[in-house]
């Protein structure tokens, strides 16, 4: 049986069977819903890191930098020099290098010093076997630590205030035969370079603030700019009154036994006051404008200032040197610099001290390098010049095999290459080759007619005229005022067809002679004119026969004035022979 006989068929599905079958490659129209396409998972993955331009830009991917690896060096400087051993230098070396390049190439370096500086100046520190609390104790006989005399309490008896102007008198007198060591020399160096941020220091004795690049200002100015020196325990240099303020220089004789010494200044203002009829105020006492432990300290907004000022800045190295940071204020100053420092891209801290680095919480990871060791070693290793030493010119640090042949120590060589005369040369200005032309024939030079001057002397001006031709033309001058050139021709020879015959006017003797007439006030008659020389003349060789025509000169006749008197018209009898 066929398709077509078969009872099932009908005429709808003969027309469905007859219609032609798409193509199998046929293009399907695209799909409404994107969700609803057939991605391949190859493409799907590559789609999902597309960005949908109809969409929110992506969020831009944040920078993060690693954060820095914090760990603190130790450097044993007193080992290392004495030390022979080669991988004990090889290990140390790179540290000290790093501590020298520090000291010598940062911008803004903070240093908070103690008494640790002043040591090998004479001064003793605090807080040593050596120090000013071990030997007052014995030397005055106290029942306590030396700390007791440099508290505020001494002011309360006599024996301890006795004992308190005995130990300032003692200290102002050592620090006045104290001369600065290597170091303060290096922080007067970096000052004077504009290195130094600033020297933060506890020392009374001074001896930074006699530097002129270190010197401070007593009192400390609450507002900037500040100086490089900020002393935070003041100073044995004034002393000062405790009720009017008033500042002195220090002078010690006036310190002894229990009594303070009398302001003058006070004893002057009593005086007038009572000579005035008013009553009397009081006289304060002097003392030493030192800061002793618990009592205020007369710089403290100022201090607070510059340091506030001085963490903004953000030093790029903070170095403490001699100091044990007891004193919780120091403590606290160290912390924070150290804390910006070392946050810094570059930033370096540093321990220089013979004793151990201070231990806690606060400063945990703090330091960059522990150096233990004098302060006047690394003062000598860096090696900077003086800062009044301004004349040595360049330096360089000697290195490897120069720095063996000197003991192993780095050391500086200042150059000093003699003065020499500066000539500048001019330097020549590129320009293009020059293009190769044919040689061009020059043919026969043109001769020149030589201008003939008809004026007097023709016989001396001829003899020279066959040297002047000889001459090289030169640069024509310039006239000092614009002439209007006249027509030569015109004046000499008759009128051309071009040209037109210039009107003659009469000629006065302003004209001619260019000073005005005084004596007459008739025209002036100008000479005959000067005859041209005929060609057959110009060939003569023989000049002698010629001469110039001789110009009659003007005769000009002067009258005689009378003198005007002050007569009437009319002459009266009797003096006719007078006015004759």
Not at 302 to 321: F, M, N, Q, Y
Not at 447 to 458: C, E, I
Not at 465 to 472: M, T
Not at 559 to 574: D, E, F, H, L, N
Request: net charge positive.
């Amino acid at each position: 049986m066929t398709p077509s006989s078969s009872p099932l068929s009908s005429p709808l599905s003969s027309v469905a069977s007859r219609s032609p079958t798409p193509p199998g490659d046929y293009p399907s129209p695209p799909c409404s819903n994107a969700s609803e396409r057939e991605v391949p998972s190859s493409s799907r993955d590559a789609q999902e890191d597309v960005p949908d331009r109809e969409g929110p830009p992506p969020a831009k991917r944040q920078k993060t930098m690693k954060a820095r690896e914090l760990k603190t060096e130790y450097l044993d400087l007193q080992r290392l020099i004495e030390s022979d051993d080669e991988e004990h230098h090889k290990t140390h070396d790179a540290k000290l290098t790093r501590l020298m390049e520090v000291l010598r190439t940062k911008r803004k370096i903070v240093v908070i010093a103690g008494a640790g500086i002043s040591v090998s100046a004479g001064i003793p520190d605090f807080r040593s076997s050596k120090g000013l609390f071990a030997t007052l104790r014995t030397q005055h006989n106290l029942k306590a630590s030396g700390k007791h005399l440099f508290d505020a309490s001494v002011y309360r008896n006599d024996s301890s205030t006795t004992s308190f102007h005995a130990m300032v008198r003692e200290l102002s007198h050592m620090t006045q035969k104290a001369k600065p060591t290597p170091f303060h020399h290096m922080l007067a160096t970096l000052a004077e370079e504009g290195r130094l941020l600033r020297l933060y220091t506890q020392n009374v004795d001074g001896i930074d603030a006699s530097l002129q690049p270190l010197a401070t200002n007593v009192p400390l100015n609450p507002k900037g700019p500040w100086p490089k020196t900020v002393q935070l325990h003041g100073g044995l240099e004034k002393m000062i009154c405790s009720k009017c303020s008033h500042l002195s220089d220090f002078n010690g004789a006036l310190f002894e036994g229990p009594e303070a010494p009398l302001c003058q200044e006070c004893e002057t203002i009593d005086a007038v006051r009572q000579a005035g009829g008013l009553r009397s105020h009081g006289v304060g006492r002097l003392r030493p404008r030192m800061v002793l432990y618990n009592e205020f300290n007369p710089d403290e907004e100022a201090i607070g200032a510059v340091s506030h000022a001085d963490l903004k800045t953000r030093p790029d190295a903070v170095i403490v040197v001699g100091t044990s940071l007891k004193v919780p204020g120091i403590r606290r100053l160290a912390k924070e610099m150290c804390s910006v420092a070392r946050g810094k891209r570059g930033g370096f801290t540093a321990w220089i001290n013979y004793d151990s680095e201070p231990v806690g919480p606060e400063f945990k990871d703090c330091w960059d390098m522990v150096v233990r060791g004098e302060c006047d070693q690394v003062a000598n290793l860096v090696g900077l010049p003086k800062w009044d030493e301004k004349d040595l010119g360049p330096y360089e640090v000697m290195k490897g095999e120069e720095a063996e042949r000197k003991g192993s120590r780095p050391e500086v060589v200042v150059k000093s290459d003699p003065i020499t005369i500066f000539q500048p040369q001019g330097m020549p200005t590129p320009t293009d080759s020059p293009r190769q032309q044919s040689p061009v024939v020059q043919g026969p030079t043109k001769l020149k007619q030589a201008s003939l001057n008809f004026v007097s002397g023709l016989a001396s001006q001829a003899a020279s005229a066959k040297a002047v031709e000889k001459k090289k033309r030169g640069r024509k001058p310039l006239p000092s005022k614009p002439t209007k050139p006249g027509n030569a021709i015109t004046n000499t020879f008759a009128a051309s067809k071009t040209s037109k015959a210039i009107e003659s006017k009469p000629a006065t003797f302003e004209s001619f002679t260019g000073m005005p007439d005084l004596f007459s006030s008739q025209p002036f008659q100008p000479t005959s004119p000067i005859q041209a020389v005929s060609p057959e003349l110009m060939n003569k060789s023989d000049w002698s026969s010629v001469k110039a025509p001789e110009t009659p000169k003007p005769v000009v006749e002067v009258p005689v004035y009378r003198q005007a008197t002050i007569s009437p018209k009319s002459v009266p009898s009797g003096m006719a022979y007078l006015l004759s």
